[in-house]
């Protein structure tokens, strides 16, 4: 379906992301009092996956980004010995901490040019379909990146799965929520300091320490095949469904602080 | 100065004394560790005392997102910023214990790594503190402050499904501590909490006067029609 939104049109980015929120601004006075809730989500998600596939910015970084430190981290140790398959679950992980960090940052950067982000606080739109539109674009973004990333991991580390290997997508959708719920928030909180890029992983990773190990244990146990990840991947559930709580519950408030 | 702080740093220093006597002699020396168990006095009270202070941060942190008064923002920065303190006090006594019994500075046991992970989160509370700008910092901080919080059970419970090493904790452990020690260990716990309130009080009433002279000077600036 972004194939077809392609073809529709060829407006440069900035007015793209303006039109938008003229839209979401025009839509509560054409359809009555409250714009129908899955109905911004969707068009706010639809306008960032187009932006993305026009521009390719996110992608294009994080790719590269995650590429660098696969390359970096195979100079600390051998990548080909048996204890390649014992550190992977850390090392991939990292790479992905890394490189979502990268788009995290830019998923509101846009919204401030034109004061979009302006123009979505005045309007009836809620604050927390904005909040899920983005957060489920960034879980695309990287989602992309993990399937991109997988088989050069695979490849350039020699991998191979001994355990359940059926688990790996389940920790990685549960991870990559995990990472990319709480960033979208923090991200909207770092937006309003002196130098946003430092503040979003200082902020970002002691929160996510908990999630992290998860994810990096449970890949551990799946790829030596050593024990049950089953406690791993209930915390990583029982983490998503705490944090997406919070966030919900906290977002409109951090939308509208002045 | 009041007559009422006086006072109360008075009886803080005088704890402090009877604390520090009930620890380095009251308290029978340790049969295995020797005399290098006495830093677990000041110890284990630093680490209580920083985890109440993290607490009430908490509390106070809802209570600002609540009712958005100045009053809850400045014990929340207050209780912070001095359990920041309180957990360096712990972080730091900690490996000066570890060497000489463990032999080791530092382990990445289950206790440890909690705190320090725990301290972590304080930390960038702090440093979001520092750098956001204007007047929505009280409201970004209380929802850091919530999610920290929020975040604690999961660091307890990953870290210590991780692996743990740290001697049983003395409290609801069956540890068999003398009562001496017992006695050592309370009162300095009393004395460090007592500190920790003079700290937070002192700190507090900063918060409050640089708020004070901060909304007179832009009170100034707007009636002068000029900026400062």
Not at chain 1, 191 to 211: D, G, K, Q
Not at chain 1, 214 to 230: D, N, P, R
Not at chain 2, 114 to 128: A, D, F, Q
Request: aromatic share 14%; proline share 5%; charged share 15%.
């Amino acid at each position: 379906m972004r194939a077809g939104s392609v073809k529709d049109g060829s407006m440069s980015t900035a007015p793209t992301a303006t039109t938008a929120a003229m839209e979401m601004r025009r839509a509560p006075a054409t359809e009555k009092a409250i714009a129908p809730a899955p109905k911004v989500l969707f068009a706010t998600l639809m306008k960032d996956l187009r932006l993305e596939w026009r521009s390719k910015d996110a992608i294009n970084s994080m790719v590269f980004f995650a590429l660098l430190v696969v390359v970096v981290f195979s100079f600390s140790f051998d990548p080909t010995g048996d204890d390649a398959r014992r550190i992977a679950g850390g090392l991939i992980w990292v790479a992905f901490l890394f490189a979502a960090v990268v788009a995290l940052g830019q998923t509101w950067a846009r919204e401030i040019r034109n004061q979009v982000l302006d123009a979505y606080r005045v309007s009836t739109a809620p604050a927390n379909d904005l909040f899920l539109a983005k957060a489920l674009g960034n879980f695309l973004f990287v989602t992309v990146l993990e399937v991109v990333m997988t088989p050069l991991f695979v490849v350039f580390y020699n991998l191979r799965v001994i355990g359940p290997a059926y688990l790996l997508p389940v920790i990685a959708v549960l991870g990559t929520w995990a990472l990319v719920v709480n960033g979208t928030f923090f991200a909207a909180i770092s937006l309003r300091t002196r130098s946003r890029e430092v503040m979003l992983p200082l902020i970002l990773f002691p929160i996510s320490i908990p999630a992290l190990l998860g994810m990096v244990e449970a890949t551990k146990i799946v790829l030596t095949g050593e024990s049950s990840a089953k406690f791993w991947i209930v915390l990583l559930a029982v983490y998503d469904l705490v944090f997406t709580t919070v966030c919900l519950t906290l977002f409109e408030t951090v939308l509208d602080a002045e | 100065m009041k007559t009422p702080v006086l006072i109360a740093i008075a009886v803080v220093v005088a704890l402090l004394a009877f604390g520090l006597y009930q620890g380095l002699v009251v308290a029978p020396t340790e049969q295995t560790m020797g005399d290098v168990q006495r830093i677990f006095y000041y110890h284990v009270p630093s680490a209580w005392t920083c985890f109440i202070l993290f607490f009430i941060n908490f509390v106070a942190s809802i209570w600002y997102l609540f009712t958005r008064t100045s009053k809850s923002d400045a014990i929340a920065v207050t209780t912070a910023e001095v359990g920041v303190v309180f957990w360096s006090v712990v972080i730091i006594t900690g490996p000066l214990w570890a060497r000489p019994v463990w032999g080791i500075w530092w382990t990445w046991d289950a206790r440890l790594t909690s705190t320090l992970v725990l301290g972590l989160i304080y930390v960038s509370y702090l440093i979001l503190r520092r750098f956001s700008t204007g007047g929505q910092t009280p409201v970004l901080a209380a929802a850091l402050a919530v999610f920290g919080f929020a975040d604690v059970p999961f660091v307890y419970l990953s870290i210590w499904y991780f692996r743990t090493q740290h001697p049983q904790p003395v409290i609801g452990g069956g540890g068999s501590l003398h009562p001496a020690m017992w006695h050592a260990l309370l009162y300095n716990w009393l004395a460090f909490s007592a500190f920790a309130a003079l700290l937070c009080w002192f700190r507090y009433q900063l918060e409050r006067k640089q708020r004070d002279v901060e909304e007179t000077l832009a009170l100034e600036s707007l009636l002068e029609g000029s900026p400062r």
